[in-house]
């Protein structure tokens, strides 16, 4: 297996754009969680997804975020309008459940704001 | 909140045991407690979880002290390859429980 796919690994974008980020997680997991890591906050949850419905998004920053999984091979995390402040990094991970003891992370997208 | 308390950085000779701390004093019966860690510009990746019995594989061994409130994650043999930030996080095998990551220990491995 190619393991969790991010695309794509780098953005850069001007403030007040659009920006998707887009993850493929490993066939047959059921859980996909969506990460954010700065210097300041560390690594942050931001939204989780169990058999394609979204269980727990308190994570998400503001209403500027949205994520969506319309099936089971495919998330997207939206931000519009960004913001410098939104410059990342955005991990995807999944695993077959969260009882059990992996989860699997993409190589993640550096999302620079300017 | 992270439940675990980590010291921030550690250095380390390559070819030496690698002993990192982790405490979790508050830690309830029915959590486990996870190492992952973090190699520069890579997604965290899983290395080892334990619930109150010592625990070994390839990578690593974990030793939980028999009140649980505290463990040590052990690399025998540390090389600079395992240089990363090292996550210890404690988490319950009920319900739908993501990982809550803390600020982890900074390992270097010098040669």
């Known amino acids: 297996d190619a393991g969790v796919i991010q695309s794509p690994r780098h953005e850069v974008t001007e403030m007040g754009q659009e920006v998707t980020l887009r993850c493929k997680p490993i066939s047959g997991h059921d859980y996909l969680f969506w990460y954010r890591q700065t210097m300041m906050r560390g690594l942050e949850l931001l939204i989780y997804f169990n058999n394609n419905v979204p269980i727990d998004d308190s994570g998400m920053p503001e209403d500027r975020f949205s994520a969506k999984m319309p099936n089971a091979s495919f998330s997207t995390l939206k931000i519009q309008p960004s913001e410098p402040r939104d410059s990342a990094v955005y991990f995807c991970?999944?695993?077959?459940?969260?009882?059990?003891?992996?989860?699997?992370f993409g190589q993640g997208t550096r999302l620079t704001v300017v | 909140d992270a439940k675990t308390t980590q010291p921030p950085s550690m250095d380390c000779a390559e070819g030496r045991a690698a002993n990192l701390p982790c405490n979790h004093s508050?830690?309830?019966?029915?959590?486990?407690v996870y190492w992952y860690r973090q190699i520069h510009s890579q997604g965290p990746q899983y290395i080892i979880h334990g619930l109150k019995n010592n625990e070994t594989n390839e990578m690593a061994s974990l030793i939980i002290t028999e009140d649980r409130k505290s463990s040590t994650l052990i690399l025998p043999h540390a090389t600079l390859r395992d240089t990363a930030v090292y996550y210890c996080i404690v988490r319950a095998h009920s319900g739908n429980t993501p990982l809550v990551f803390g600020k982890g220990t900074r390992l270097s491995v010098i040669a």
């Open positions: 991970a999944s695993s077959r459940q969260a009882l059990v003891s992996e989860a699997f």
């Open positions: 508050t830690i309830s019966g029915n959590e486990y």
